[in-house]
């Protein structure tokens, strides 16, 4: 099976062959004529072409489409990539700061959470897992999802998440440390422990003490002072020998006494953990979390819950870009591709297709085809 560009060209290189063996043949005939007494005086013969028609008769037999193997259509694609992983990024980056600016939460991450270094490290992350698509032919729909899982995988790195226990909440902070907080059964924050932990688990095992001891009542507090640059009221939270200062907003102990204020914030949190609100999931609308592999070494592990919020949102943001990048990818793949068409023009196959399935392709050459011209449309002398 050949391709009818092949056919065409191959005919017109036989043309232009056929045409300088002939030229060929009048210079050697020019020769024997100048060295000849007689000759020399008789004009040269030679064939010159002054309108050839062609008319090829073929019938097609397969079509092909390839993609288009160059570096100007791996360029396009590498600074399609490129322009989608920053904007990408850029979007991620966007809806993570909405969600955590409006949950208390995720307040000391700060109002500039993620910064513009953060969307420049995850943009070069998206690039690097989508560098399999910049090559013309891959199979686009299968790399993209490998793609999309593999940066599912990164997300838990990279995107932080709060760990709630018994009444407290384990939460991340723009220094990269991590912050304990005495919640309600609303993730409304009562307390801040004022300690900074390197790890979380160094947190929950703080939060797992204090939950305990304030369910069993053994937990008092005192050292009440105020704070005046940063409106907080203080206190120290006491169980025996084991001491952690805690804080609260000023604004919310109002006109009340502290030490009244925070005994019956403990004896709250006390029934509070005794008497856990249970979300179940057809309240809710959401199944119970399965435990993840990289959740903390814990022997209640049941008992930590995952806030994934900014993880949730990061993951719509992907799914849905992940689809507009299918779609720009193909584009751009359609419109780069090469279609061949796989043709017959022997006579023994023509006899054998329909009549109206046989195609004519006519063309004329002129004179000029065959001759060397100058910038001035004149025959060269060359």
């Avoid at 060209?9 to 036989?14: C, K, N, P, R």
């Avoid at 032919?137 to 593999?150: E, F, H, L, M, R």
């Avoid at 943001?317 to 584009?331: H, P, T, W």
Wanted: proline letters at 5%.
């Amino acid at each position: 099976m050949s391709q009818l560009n092949q056919i065409i060209a191959s005919l017109l290189s036989d043309i232009n062959e056929a045409k300088a063996k002939a030229d060929e043949a009048s210079r050697n005939l020019a020769l024997t004529y100048s060295s000849d007494d007689v000759l020399q005086f008789f004009p040269v013969p030679k064939i010159g072409i002054q309108n050839l028609e062609v008319e090829l008769k073929y019938a097609i037999e397969g079509v092909e489409e390839k993609p288009f193997q160059s570096s100007q259509s791996k360029e396009r694609l590498e600074n399609y990539v490129k322009n989608f992983s920053a904007e990408t990024a850029r979007e991620i980056r966007s809806e993570i700061t909405k969600v955590a600016s409006k949950n208390d939460l995720y307040k000391s991450l700060g109002g500039n959470y993620p910064d513009e270094n953060w969307e420049g490290n995850v943009s070069k992350l998206i690039s690097t897992q989508l560098e399999s698509l910049t090559n013309p032919g891959n199979d686009v729909s299968k790399n993209i999802q490998n793609a999309k899982k593999s940066l599912e995988g990164d997300f838990p790195q990279i995107i932080p998440t709060v760990m709630k226990s018994a009444g407290f909440a384990v939460v991340p902070t723009a220094k990269g440390s991590f912050e304990l907080l005495g919640i309600s059964d609303n993730d409304e924050v009562d307390f801040k422990v004022t300690k900074d932990y390197r790890t979380n688990q160094e947190a929950l095992t703080d939060a797992k003490q204090l939950s305990s001891s304030i369910a069993s009542n053994k937990a008092s507090v005192s050292d009440f002072k105020k704070d005046s640059v940063t409106k907080s009221d203080l206190a120290s939270i006491k169980i025996g020998n084991f001491q952690l200062p805690i804080e609260v907003e000023s604004k919310k102990v109002g006109s009340s006494q502290p030490k009244a204020f925070f005994e019956t914030l403990v004896t709250n949190k006390a029934i509070s953990i005794k008497n856990p609100t249970v979300k179940q999931p057809w309240v809710i609308g959401r199944p119970t979390p399965k435990p993840k592999p990289n959740s903390p070494n814990t022997s209640d592990r049941a008992e930590v819950e995952e806030d994934e919020s900014l993880r949730e949102i990061a993951n719509e943001v992907l799914k849905k870009r992940m689809i507009q990048l299918e779609a720009g990818i193909g584009k751009i793949a359609e419109e780069t591709k090469s279609t061949s068409l796989r043709v017959a023009v022997d006579s023994e196959k023509l006899s054998k297709v329909k009549p109206e399935n046989v195609m004519t392709i006519k063309f004329t050459l002129n004179s000029q085809d065959f001759t060397m011209m100058d910038d001035n449309s004149k025959p060269s002398i060359l």
